[in-house]
């Protein structure tokens, strides 16, 4: 999987700087508003500020009250629940995904605000900073229950988040590919399973990552008593298809605590 540059966030950043309006602030103009990225693999900074006030040291890190700040403002200023998970998906392969969680957790809160309702799908959303998206009925028959599916990126690598209610899951199925292929899923609320043919499940939870090498035969979805979601990131390759194959029977499901 190739690691994105700075640069792979230009468009995001272009509309950051169309919606920024031009404020006053410690006396200095704000001409512009910016994304950075540290260079270090030991700290997360992500930098949603104006003009030459916009300053961090790569050494220092950035502090819960400093970060919430930075992406409040970034909400301020029209970045939307999708684009801010996108940019700090892609930050999380510079910084790792101990520091993109922390980063997460922040902005789950910032958001959480725009989501209106008291229902469970509701409920479940102010828990992540991903969108829960659309129902997935392009891909309901491969469903046991109800799904939801909403982009997250579809520049050089393909993200999407996945959202299961209770009891949901997909069916058994085949990542194929000649070279390369498969799939990686990272957990990001609530509760899920994983389970490879002859093997074990394995349960999901926030920042549980999930490699799936192309040609096993598998299944994901969510625990009986809880709503789920996981990022799936398609990993390239030469001739990918998915094969879809039996739903995975209650008698199968049920064997899970």
Known sequence: MKILS???????RKKAEHNLLLREESNEKV??????????????????????GCKASS???ITDNSLTFHLQSAK?????????????THIGFYAGWPKAWAAFRLAKDVWAEDTTGEDAKATFQREMIFPIGEPNTAY??????????????????????????PRCRNNWHIHKATKGGGQMLVGVAGRGWYQ????????????TVIHIPAGVK???GAAADSWFAHLAFE????????EWLEPVTDEEYDKLK
Do not use: M
């Not at 508003?33 to 003009?51: E, N, R, T, V």
């Not at 028959?141 to 939801?148: D, L, M, V």
């Not at 990993?235 to 998915?242: L, M």
């Open 6 to 12: 700075i640069h792979d966030l230009a468009t995001i």
């Open 31 to 52: 001409s512009e508003k910016c994304y950075g990225l540290s260079s270090g693999a030991q700290h997360l900074q992500i930098l949603i500020c104006g003009g030459t």
């Open 59 to 61: 050494s220092q890190g």
């Open 76 to 88: 301020n200023n029209g970045i939307t629940r999708t684009e801010i998970a996108e940019i700090i």
């Open 140 to 165: 309901a028959r491969y469903f046991t229950g109800n799904s939801y599916l909403a982009p997250v990126s579809r520049e050089q690598v393909n993200i999407s988040n996945v959202t299961f209610e």
């Open 196 to 207: 490879e043919e002859g093997k074990p499940a394995v349960e999901i939870l926030p920042g």
């Open 218 to 220: 598998h299944w994901h």
């Open 235 to 242: 990993v390239s390759g030469e001739n990918t298809s998915n």
